[in-house]
């Protein structure tokens, strides 16, 4: 049996990604940086993602399939992929999305270059459903010779960030709470990770990332977006809207900056910082967000008086 660790993880949390599946994966298998793990966790996909994952995991050694038995549910797929990673460097990857061939190459020869930089990406293009580019470019903030004050900000208010997909060190990602079930998993992973180090930015698009929201084919209210968001957040739950993701986003930011390694004034002023970033930033979602409990409170209600 083959023992050897990879020097990268990368895991790749999907759920009925069969259009697009074998473009990422063929990317991924294609980088110039070839001692890497591909970790797919199958969200117990009702596609053709399971025939599609076996086939490569028989024709290449690095990947290694595993397939739920029931929806876990985004963020526990999210945070498996990672637990069974066991790689120095880790990277989440979309089932959706395509990687340059350079793409870990040249984030690791970053990460390589600098112990203190806790992650490292690229610049990031948008791709539509064809693979035709959008003409819109994501870019990424370095925030190497930047105090962890401002550090911290920079990622607090740069909301267009794919932080989630970069090349991280495992040894920072232990330290974290992973992915939570709150609004934005993502950004809150990205604030806890700015905490531990600056991240760094290969200038070049080197990752292309898949346009999805084309294959809706009937528009739907903010609060149907919120309510079918929720619902993926906490699959099964019979009333996930009260489950507060909003608000407690919030608080663990709170709690995260509590805990962290740092003076008590700096703390202050971290945790004056998160306030007015929460009611800027997410103020569209309120009335979403209020609709989504009062339509679950009426429902509830209703049904209980038919009974």
Known sequence: MNTRVPRVSIGMAIYNEEK????????????????????????????????????????????????????????????????????????????????????????????????????????????????????????????????????FNLVLWQVTAVFVYSLIRASALRQTHLCQRVFGPDCLLALELSLLGPFAVVPQPLFFMRDNRGERTQPRSRAEEMKSFLERLYPGEKNPVGRFPYARSTFEKLLMVKQARLGYAQKLLLMACVLPAYFLWYYIYLPAILRCHVREFVRRHYSQQCE
């Open 20 to 151: 697009y599946l074998r473009q990422a994966l063929d990317s991924l298998l294609a980088q110039d940086f070839a001692d890497f793990e591909l970790i797919i966790s199958d969200n117990a996909s009702e596609d053709a993602t399971q025939q599609i994952c076996l086939k490569y995991a028989t024709r290449d050694a690095r990947v290694r399939y595993y397939r739920n038995e029931t929806n876990l549910g985004p963020i526990e797929n999210f945070n498996r992929v990672f637990r069974l990673s066991c790689g120095e460097y880790f990277m989440w990857a979309g089932g959706h999305d395509i990687w340059a061939p350079t793409y870990l190459s040249r984030c690791l020869e970053v990460l390589e270059s600098d112990d203190a930089v806790v992650l490292c990406n690229s610049a990031t293009r948008l791709i539509g459903q064809d693979g035709e580019d959008l003409g819109v470019t994501v870019r990424q903030i370095d925030t190497r010779n930047c105090s962890v004050l401002l550090r």
